[in-house]
């Protein structure tokens, strides 16, 4: 069982350069979520996705951008990357539980360097 | 506002000793509570939530709404225990963010 899948799993870019980072869950989950993990800070959620179609922001969002046109697949994007978007991004993806958020099962994180 | 807290960056036991990861919360409602776990090249993995009760790998948490807190705590750590450990926050009645703490790593030395 794949799970939940992100590509590219390490990416270097330059100051101002794009890119989408995709994530693509099997599991036939409703909700998807754009976290990133610096040291010290633990996980803070960029953006997430209660539906196909729909998005919100989250703690962090400013510079993102993301997308759900399918259901199995959340993108994220940056316009133009900042040196301060060095991170490790993890992509989650859950069911709903009569009412309640259920458990969150994670992509193995992509590491993304802007020099 | 959600909030998780973790004071603890890192907590250091003998092998055999009790452990404690300390979690306070804020949130205007009726939260959902949880401890993920991240081994050493591996995923992000639930350990267990309050709504289940369970205890997992030794490791229970119990939620207290007057004090805000679900703390994580098992008896007799063990060496394979070693890792970082996040609490976090789901809202529900229609919020669905999911927040995490800024983790704990736990070092259980022989």
């Known amino acids: 069982n794949a799970g939940v899948t992100q590509t590219p799993k390490f990416r270097v870019l330059k100051t101002g350069q794009s890119m989408t980072l995709l994530c693509a869950q099997d599991?036939?989950?409703?909700?998807m979520y754009w976290y990133r993990q610096d040291p010290g800070m633990g996980l803070r959620l960029i953006h997430y996705?209660?539906?196909?179609?729909?998005?919100a922001k989250g703690e962090v969002p400013d510079g993102y951008n993301v997308s759900r046109l399918k259901k199995q697949n959340f993108l994220l994007g940056l316009e133009s990357a900042a040196p301060s978007q060095t991170s490790v991004y993890f992509c989650?993806?859950?069911?709903?539980?009569?009412?309640?958020?259920?458990?969150?099962?994670f992509g193995e994180g992509s590491r993304l360097t802007v020099l | 506002a959600q909030r998780v807290t973790q004071p603890e960056k890192l907590l250091s036991v003998f092998k055999g000793a009790p452990v404690e990861l300390k979690c306070n919360y804020s949130?205007?409602?009726?939260?959902?509570l949880f401890w993920y776990v991240q081994y050493s090249r591996q995923r992000l993995q639930l350990l267990l939530r309050?709504?289940s009760r369970e205890s997992i790998k030794g490791f229970t948490a119990d939620l207290n709404k007057g004090e805000t807190s679900f703390h994580l705590k098992k008896p007799f750590a063990q060496e394979e225990d070693s890792a970082m450990y996040y609490c976090?926050?789901?809202?529900?009645?229609?919020?669905?963010?999911?927040?995490f703490g800024t983790g704990t790593r736990l070092k259980v030395l022989a």
């Open positions: 989650a993806s859950s069911p709903i539980s009569g009412g309640y958020t259920g458990e969150l099962f």
């Open positions: 599991m036939n989950h409703e909700y």
């Open positions: 996705s209660v539906g196909e179609g729909t998005t």
């Open positions: 949130y205007s409602g009726s939260p959902e």
């Open positions: 309050h709504i």
């Open positions: 976090a926050l789901s809202g529900t009645s229609g919020t669905y963010k999911y927040i």
